[in-house]
């Protein structure tokens, strides 16, 4: 194992998820929250996802016991000081990361590496906010990140071969498949992924096909296994909508302009799994 203690920024879906991956691998793992209540919220997720693996045989007690005791929570920053690496999972606005990254950088052991898991904003701007832009990378997991394979490994111009190749090394004791990518809006996947996804909301506000229709028809006619609606529901609209941005930003492709459903939905609440409604009721 590459790093014997990681710090995680954030304990939501994606910081919970990091967590247990890389507990999973053998590490310490410190996740800090921006609450007592979110970090207890966090613990007790956890607690839950690892009972159901020992019921689905995936994990035994007593490895499900190890991983736990491997995995706390605090409020505090200075708790990470002695963390050798440190990924930041927390909402994808840069201004907050790069508020964040600044003061982390005077938080934590200069030896430590510094990672975002930003699926779509510049790595070389929050690096820039610290005093070891060589140490800074990006190391983005999907969600659910126990479950999903890939990590994109996001270099930005700044990053030392030494920084690239530790990253690298912490995804492979992670069981998961690196992939080393530019520091270029949107990486590979959402780069990709998201102009398909705006398209579904399109021709859904053109009416050409229900949500539940374009959803079947991705799905048998591609062999996807999710539709776009219920996969933007899974991602969040929220965080959809402002890779959207992100990405229309930098390159100015009217293909990434969001469509105007996707921003009135945002501004209604209706962000997807998380907050009950989106495309689809999970309210039942």
């Known amino acids: 194992m590459t790093f014997q203690k990681v710090g995680v920024l954030g304990s939501g879906i994606m910081g919970s998820g990091i967590a247990e991956v890389a507990a999973g691998a ?146 492979l004791a992670c ?18 992924l998201f102009p398909y996804l705006n398209n579904a909301i399109r021709l859904l506000e053109q009416g050409v096909a229900t949500k539940e229709g374009i959803d079947i028809a991705m799905k048998g006619g591609c062999g996807f296994p999710m539709g776009p609606f219920a996969l933007l529901d899974l991602v969040g609209l929220d965080t959809s909508l402002a890779i959207l941005d992100a990405l229309h930003a930098e390159f100015a492709d009217p293909n990434f302009a969001p469509v105007p459903l996707l921003r009135r939905m945002v501004s209604a609440g209706q962000l997807g799994r998380k907050s009950g409604t989106g495309f689809y009721d999970y309210r039942r």
């Open 26 to 171: 053998g590490a310490l793992v410190v996740v800090r929250s921006r609450s007592q209540a979110t970090a207890d919220a966090m613990l007790a997720g956890l607690e839950k996802s690892l009972a159901k693996q020992v019921e689905k045989n995936k994990r035994t007690p007593e490895e499900a016991e190890a991983l736990r005791a491997r995995v706390s929570a605090t409020t505090s920053l200075s708790d990470l000081h002695d963390c050798d690496l440190i990924i930041e999972s927390v909402v994808e606005d840069l201004a907050v990361k790069k508020a964040l990254f600044n003061e982390l950088d005077r938080a934590v052991q200069h030896s430590a590496i510094l990672a975002t898991n930003t699926s779509t904003l510049s790595v070389i701007e929050l690096a820039m906010e610290t005093s070891r832009p060589e140490r800074v990378c990006g190391v983005h997991f999907f969600n659910p990140a126990p479950a999903m394979s890939l990590v994109e490994i996001v270099r930005p111009l700044c990053a030392s071969d030494e920084t690239i190749n530790a990253v690298s090394e912490f995804a």
């Open 175 to 192: 069981e998961k498949d690196p992939v080393l990518v530019k520091d270029q809006a949107g990486f590979v996947v959402n780069a990709l």
